[in-house]
């Protein structure tokens, strides 16, 4: 699913982003493959990781952290260029340029003032992984709208670094179904709940909603 694009461009940087989603959307036209999501490195009761593949035959690792409304909670596997294009897009079409909605030319994302930290946090990955970016997705005056709570930088690092694929965390079963429609690929959007499931994992009864529950209750 693409977009049109109309909106009237009132500077020169929109007008840039436009001719990088023309540029993306050829690309698209042109027997675009999507890559294959990132594959699971290990998970167990208290958070998964992944293993993403980066432009330089390298990997970095991320990771989630399984909590106590894991219900609430989707991951979302989405193909990195299209989320670029649909980030670009989004932030066109928006008069907020607020940095968690506004998407940058790729090329400019080194020059973020916070990339130092993505870089330094990418670095230990493989003993430290990188917590998945947060992010939402609908639709406004019906057209797409990507906008981050957290991992912004992040995800510029992964862009930056030719990233094929990468997980998103996301709250809410709209926003993860609008994200998979905009950009996902592999399996549907699923809970960390149903992932845990998914892999037997098992949550120490201390750890557990149930147990958090009876302690309310004796308050």
Known sequence: ????????????????????????????????????????????????????????????????????????????????????????????????????NHCILRKDMPNDYKFKHAIDGFSISEHNPVPLAFVSARFERGNPYIGFTDGVTRTMWLLVNGAKSFPIEVRDKESA???????????????????????????PYYESREFLESLYDEI
């Not at 959307?25 to 990781?49: C, D, G």
């Not at 996902?184 to 149903?194: A, D, F, K, L, S």
């Open 1 to 100: 699913m693409f977009t049109k694009i109309f909106v009237p461009i009132s500077n020169h940087y929109g007008y840039l982003k436009k001719l990088e989603c023309f540029k993306l959307e050829t690309q698209f036209a042109q027997n675009y493959t999507s890559p294959l999501p990132p594959e699971m490195e290990s998970i167990n009761h208290k958070r998964a990781v992944w293993n993403i593949n980066l432009g330089n035959n390298k990997i970095c690792r991320m990771r989630n952290d399984f909590g106590c409304i894991d219900d609430k909670f989707y991951i979302v596997h989405v193909d990195a260029l299209k989320f670029y294009y649909y980030w670009l897009v989004s932030s066109i079409y928006l008069d907020d340029q607020h940095r968690s």
């Open 177 to 203: 179904k609008h994200l998979y429609e905009f950009a996902g690929i592999g399996e549907p959007p699923i809970t960390y709940e149903e992932l845990r499931n998914k892999f037997n994992v098992k949550v």
